[in-house]
T-cell receptor, first 114, second 114 residues
Framework: EAQVTQNPRYLITVTGKKLTVTCSQN?????MSWYRQDPGLGLRQIYYSMNVEVTDKGDVPEGYKVSRKEKRNFPLILESPSPNQTSLYFC?????????????FGQGTRLTVV | AQSVTQLDSQVPVFEEAPVELRCNYSSSVSVYLFWYVQYPNQGLQLLLK??????LVKGINGFEAEFNKSQTSFHLRKPSVHISDTAEYFCAVRKSGGYQKVTFGTGTKLQVIP
């Protein structure tokens, strides 16, 4: 089954404790993105990657890092989480054949930073 | 810079009644337009997209949208809604050609009343 898998689905952590949210897709997609969803603000892009070792900032990259060492994986790293990073996070992927859309989204990761 | 406006944050409608969810965009260049649906505790699913050609686009679950370039709108419609259509709907835009950042609207919650 074609899918984007995020882990964990839910996470509560404390301020300053480094964490990683994993994202993996099994569709051989070149393009992957991370978004955060906040009430009243919709989805805002954090980072995106056009291929292995190629990443770039989105609209709200501050406080986040990403890496793309393998095509299928695109982890989101919060080196020192703060309460304002409490949000719902989504990973998405698409391929050049579907490059006109963000075709597949993960189920989301709800992060709470206390 | 591109932007998307969804003026209605919530739209209540009775079951079997028609519905229109409004979306207006702003961009100085040609764009692609999308509607996504998000059911509770799930990721986003593509409903339909406009890339070029016919301005009336049909999507899944009986939804359709019409691209109006002069009014810079891409409103989503359904002639008869069902309880199962209760969800949040997001309009999105990106520049045409190549891989470009997708900008989402703030979302419209459709509440179908039995």
């Amino acid at each position: 089954e074609a899918q984007v898998t995020q882990n964990p689905r839910y996470l509560i952590t404390v301020t300053g404790k480094k964490l990683t949210v994993t994202c993996s897709q099994n569709m051989n997609h070149e393009y992957m993105s991370w978004y955060r969803q906040d009430p009243g603000l919709g989805l805002r892009q954090i980072y995106y990657s056009m291929n292995v070792e190629v990443t770039d900032k989105g609209d709200v990259p501050e406080g986040y890092k990403v890496s793309r060492k393998e095509k299928r994986n695109f982890p989101l790293i919060l080196e020192s989480p703060s309460p304002n990073q409490t949000s719902l996070y989504f990973c998405a992927s698409s391929s050049p054949g579907q490059m006109n859309t963000e075709a597949f989204f993960g189920q989301g990761t709800r992060l709470t930073v206390v | 810079a591109q932007s998307v406006t969804q003026l209605d944050s919530q739209v209540p409608v009775f079951e079997e009644a028609p519905v229109e969810l409004r979306c207006n965009y702003s961009s100085s260049v040609s764009v692609y337009l999308f509607w996504y649906v998000q059911y509770p505790n799930q990721g986003l699913q593509l409903l339909l997209k406009y890339l070029s050609g016919s301005t009336l686009v049909k999507g899944i679950n009986g939804f359709e949208a019409e691209f109006n370039k002069s009014q810079t709108s891409f409103h989503l419609r359904k002639p008869s809604v069902h309880i199962s259509d209760t969800a949040e709907y997001f309009c999105a835009v990106r520049k045409s050609g190549g891989y470009q950042k997708v900008t989402f609207g703030t979302g419209t919650k459709l509440q179908v009343i039995p």
